[in-house]
Nanobody
Framework: QVQLVESGGGLVQAGGSLRLSCAASGSISSIHLMGWYRQAPGKERELVASVTGGSAANYADSVKGRCTISSDFAKATVDLQMNSLKLEDTGVYYC????WGSGREYWGQGTQVTVAS
């Protein structure tokens, strides 16, 4: 079993910055992918950014140039630095880890990000 703990959400004004952090614990060996996803009110959950061990990060077009994902696979941590936040970045942000082979995946409980004008 794997537990994910997220932190760093909150209320920020448009143009501001936030840093989200996620730490996984439990059976964390062989994590293949770690990432951040978000769900805006009335919309489906979507990828924000993800990274696989040894590979370049993958970003949603809407956040390219504004967000940076950083990870430590040995420690099973993944952070998301978000700059120049926009109103449309508002939503619940979820951390996800995925294990290759078994196909197991785990999600965090979500952290609210609200961008105000």
């Amino acid at each position: 079993q794997v537990q994910l703990v997220e932190s760093g959400g909150g209320l920020v004004q448009a143009g501001g910055s936030l840093r989200l952090s996620c730490a996984a614990s439990g059976s964390i060996s062989s994590i293949h992918l770690m990432g951040w996803y978000r769900q805006a009110p009335g919309k489906e959950r979507e990828l924000v950014a993800s990274v696989t061990g040894g590979s370049a990060a993958n970003y949603a077009d809407s956040v390219k140039g504004r967000c940076t994902i950083s990870s430590d696979f040995a420690k099973a941590t993944v952070d998301l630095q978000m700059n120049s936040l926009k109103l449309e970045d508002t939503g619940v942000y979820y951390c996800r880890v995925y294990f290759w082979g078994s196909g197991r995946e785990y999600w965090g409980q979500g952290t609210q990000v609200t961008v105000a004008s």
